[in-house]
């Protein structure tokens, strides 16, 4: 099971150890190096006994796939993006993209009879999404997907189930997408007529009653038809309710001096990785910058370290005069998981009311008692709305905002593209979504791991899917 969120595996696990874990191997291989180090240390007597142990390790290893194992987990890993030089990283030193794309190929390797997959195009480029829809077309076992990506739907799916959220049912269609969609219009244009004709009679039976019922020796045959009316209608479906959008509008930016945020000379590294260095960049009241570059360039850390949410190596980051920040984070960090939506809310501005955050958590479809749903319980979508209700009360005039269209759905992601257009703002953007960039229309690009700086031209679209 892949959900949107996965949080899941020992943080001190590396990341191949965690792919092989699947099927067990991490043990054995751990067991195997353990050994491997005693024989450096040991001689005589002791030594064979280690060797022996080791003899039944590996003969155990190879009997479980083994090296041939292996040599599956990193093909698989490196066709969803992720890089030869993290394998031996350990899970607590990656990017929350990075995380999920490992989860994706630990699940993708256990052979399992059903895969249960929820938006696993998530945090991917074009390449990765592509090798994925090839290997679930051939995966030889059950899916179950929930997805956004139609190009995915359309070349794995097979059967549809469309959760009806006005007649609170499912509808199952055994078919792929295109001939889903014609039938679905097809039902839809059905029950309408349905429902005019139901009506019809339904108003032609009670105007009768209405008649009958002024004699009184047809009262009871009045009666019978009133009900026959009413009856129909209740077993008629009711009209279609248009499905609810969140109206997303980011805050009137409060006044700042003209560059409220700057960074100088920033580095990081992971044990011997080193992700970026010597990154300079200056954000200028209202800018509109993209952050670029390769799963696994440090774009997000980068994001993170201008949210103060991570210490630079070397360099640092200054605040400008009256800087007000907004940060959304692709993996929601920012949210508290054991609070409730409500208390999430009350914490994004020190002098919000509660009258006032319930009012804008009903904007982003949080109504009634869902105000105090714990976050913990909330779908990888509705934590979405929540972290985006946040920067809504914020008044930032600077917004840091990381992959902020994943895990919603095609009219909410409308919405969040209105509100790139119209913010009057400074926005720095990292996404692999064309639609984001087109409306942020960025004045300049930033390259990472490279760190330069360039004027945004639109040949700069090519990368984005290439990230």
């Not at 195009?121 to 139609?150: M, P, Q």
């Not at 794995?156 to 078919?175: E, T």
């Not at 509705?382 to 895990?407: F, G, I, K, M, Y």
């Not at 953007?429 to 990472?448: F, I, K, Q």
Request: net charge negative; glycine share 8%; charged share 30%.
């Amino acid at each position: 099971y892949l959900p949107q969120d996965p949080r899941t595996g020992d943080e001190e696990s590396t990341v191949i150890n965690r792919i092989l874990s699947v099927r067990g191997l991490d043990a054995i291989s751990d067991r195997m190096r353990v050994l491997e180090e005693r024989m450096t240390s040991t001689e005589g007597e002791e030594l064979e006994k280690v060797l022996d142990r080791y003899a039944r390790a590996e003969e155990e290893f190879q009997s479980a796939g083994g090296y041939s194992a292996t040599a599956e987990a990193e093909a698989i890993a490196t066709n969803l993006g992720l890089p030869e030089k993290i394998f031996s990283q350990l899970l607590n030193e990656l990017s929350g993209g990075q995380r999920r794309r490992v989860e994706l190929a630990r699940i993708l390797f256990s052979n399992a009879e059903t895969l249960l997959l929820d938006e696993p195009t998530n945090h991917l480029d074009a390449d990765s999404i592509i090798w994925l829809r090839e290997f679930l077309s051939k995966y030889s076992g059950g899916l179950v997907i929930i997805s956004h990506d139609v190009n995915l739907i359309e070349t794995v799916v097979n059967r549809i189930f469309y959760l009806d959220a006005n007649r609170n049912v499912i509808d199952v269609y055994n078919m792929g997408w295109r001939k889903y969609l014609l039938a679905r219009e097809q039902d839809e244009h059905r029950r309408k007529k349905e429902r005019a004709i139901a009506e019809k009679r339904a108003e032609i039976l009670q105007k009768q009653g209405e008649k009958m019922r002024a004699k009184a020796s047809k009262a009871k045959a009045a009666q019978v038809m009133l009900k026959r009316a009413e009856k129909l209608m209740s077993s008629t479906e009711g009209e279609r309710v248009k499905d609810k959008v969140a109206k997303l509008r980011f805050p009137t930016p409060s006044p700042c001096g003209k560059t409220p945020l700057t960074a100088q000379e920033l580095s990081k590294s992971y044990g011997s990785t080193e992700v970026f260095t010597d990154v300079d960049l200056a954000i200028d009241k209202g800018s509109r910058v993209v952050i670029l570059g390769l799963n696994g360039a440090g774009k997000t850390t980068l994001l993170r370290m201008l949210a103060g949410e991570l210490e630079p190596d070397t360099g640092q980051v200054d605040a400008g005069h009256g800087l007000q920040l907004g940060y959304y984070a692709q993996e929601h960090e920012s949210l508290d998981y054991e609070a409730t939506v409500l208390a999430n809310m009350l914490k994004a501005r020190a002098d919000i009311s509660e009258g006032e955050a319930r009012n804008v958590l009903g904007t982003f479809l949080f109504s009634g008692d869902d105000v105090f749903k714990p976050v913990k319980v909330l779908s990888g979508g509705e934590r979405t709305r929540l972290a985006l209700a946040q920067l809504v009360v914020s008044a930032a005039n600077v917004l840091l905002l990381d992959e902020p269209t994943n895990n919603l759905d095609p009219a909410s992601r409308e919405e969040i593209l209105g509100a790139l257009r119209e913010y009057q703002g400074a926005i720095v953007l990292v996404t692999h979504d064309e639609g984001a960039v087109s409306a942020l229309a960025p004045e300049r690009v930033l390259l990472l791991p490279d760190g330069d700086e360039d004027l945004w031209r639109d040949d700069y679209y090519d990368l984005i899917t290439l990230e």
